[in-house]
């Protein structure tokens, strides 16, 4: 009897140091506020964000099946309630088939923002093509997602791609591209009232190809995961918006 009371603690101590281990590779990243008065563009957040913030890097590979390494980073930060973000891609395979909104733009050459604003494991996917077409849904996990209105994403997120919007096949060859964005906090629909200062929240930014010659799958934080998959918030890391 007590033998197996033993072995049973022993077995949640295990479990337990086993998910404290997962944990403390989480990464914390400190969201700086930007302030700016008045309207801002694009080329304005583009400047901005490369005169005040410092780069991260998108450059984990956790699948060793899909070995090929893209360089890319980016810059985030927030101002007025709104996510500015800036993407740098280094590929050696560009493809942008999708334009339509919500379509399947990780077949593409993807970058992506999965966003956890409470916390709580309900996130948002925003997934962007090198040309500029947007993805974005909310929900608990893969199965269950709700995608955000096209006119709604349309109206209120602002982005802008170095490769132009015109949708083109599978170039071959050493290409560099840029992608700034701006995500207004009125797109994150099922969180409406949400304040992005002061807010801890949980997310990952991702590079994919799923449909390009050499797909690959790098993460910010690690993913610790048997096969490719972005839609695991217990896998997040800590955004803390100042």
């Known amino acids: 009897m007590w033998r197996r009371i033993h072995l049973i603690l022993w077995f949640i101590?295990?479990?337990?140091a086993c998910k404290s281990e997962i944990y403390s590779q989480d990464k914390v990243l400190k969201v700086k506020e930007i302030k700016y008065s008045g309207q801002v563009g694009l080329v304005q957040v583009s400047q901005?964000?490369?005169?005040h913030v410092a780069l991260e890097h998108v450059d984990l590979i956790n699948w060793d099946k899909f070995s090929y390494h893209p360089e890319v980073a980016f810059r985030i930060a927030h101002s007025?309630?709104?996510i500015w973000l800036k993407y740098y891609v280094?590929?050696?395979n560009i493809l942008a088939n999708v334009e339509e909104t919500n379509?399947?733009?990780?077949?593409?050459s993807c970058v992506?923002?999965?966003?956890?604003?409470?916390g709580d494991g309900n996130y948002y996917n925003f997934e962007f093509n090198c040309i500029g077409t947007i993805h974005l849904a909310y929900g608990p996990g893969r199965e269950k997602r709700q995608f955000v209105d096209p006119k709604t994403i349309r109206n209120l997120i602002k982005v802008e791609s170095s490769l132009g919007?015109?949708?083109f096949t599978e170039k071959t060859g050493d290409f560099t591209w840029e992608m700034t964005i701006i995500i207004p906090a009125?797109?994150?629909t099922h969180d409406s009232e949400i304040k992005l200062k002061g807010l801890k929240a949980n997310g990952n930014f991702y590079k994919c190809g799923d449909a390009t010659s050499q797909p690959h799958y790098l993460t910010w934080n690690p993913v610790g995961t048997e096969r490719p998959d972005y839609h695991r918030p217990e896998f997040f890391g800590r955004l803390i918006f100042q």
Do not use: H, I, S, Y
């Open 165 to 167: 919007t015109q949708t």
């Open 186 to 188: 009125g797109v994150l």
């Open 90 to 92: 280094r590929e050696k």
């Open 80 to 82: 007025n309630n709104a």
């Open 112 to 118: 992506e923002f999965f966003f956890d604003p409470l």
């Open 103 to 108: 379509g399947p733009v990780a077949r593409d």
């Open 13 to 16: 101590g295990l479990m337990l």
């Open 48 to 51: 901005l964000l490369e005169k």
